[in-house]
């Protein structure tokens, strides 16, 4: 993650909507959402070791990869792990 973080920091211009890491549990397990640079972008799931899980919003449906449907209603424990000072 730290590694994400950095090079997030270190882009140019900064992510609109602002780049930011939100962690939840899901399904008891400890989890890591990125949002979307932009329009159209899918966020990412990471689980907490760094493997991705999944595209829960975003893309042009704006419902993600459909590898984890129910990721809004079952999260828990919301977060605020990093946000983009910029």
């Known amino acids: 993650m730290q590694k994400?973080?950095?090079?997030?920091?270190a882009s140019e211009k900064p992510?609109?909507?602002k780049?930011?890491?939100l962690s939840?549990?899901?399904d008891g397990?400890?989890?890591y959402?990125?949002?979307a640079p932009c329009c159209d972008q899918y966020s990412t799931l990471y689980?907490?070791?760094g493997t991705v899980l999944c595209h829960p919003d975003g893309g042009f449906t704006g419902r993600g990869d459909g590898k984890c449907p129910d990721f809004e209603k079952s999260r828990t424990e919301e977060r605020l792990v990093w946000e983009d000072p910029r």
């Open 4 to 9: 994400r973080i950095a090079e997030l920091g």
């Open 29 to 31: 397990q400890l989890v």
């Open 33 to 35: 959402y990125f949002n």
């Open 47 to 49: 689980s907490a070791k």
């Open 19 to 21: 780049a930011r890491i």
């Open 15 to 17: 992510q609109n909507p």
């Open 24 to 26: 939840y549990r899901l």
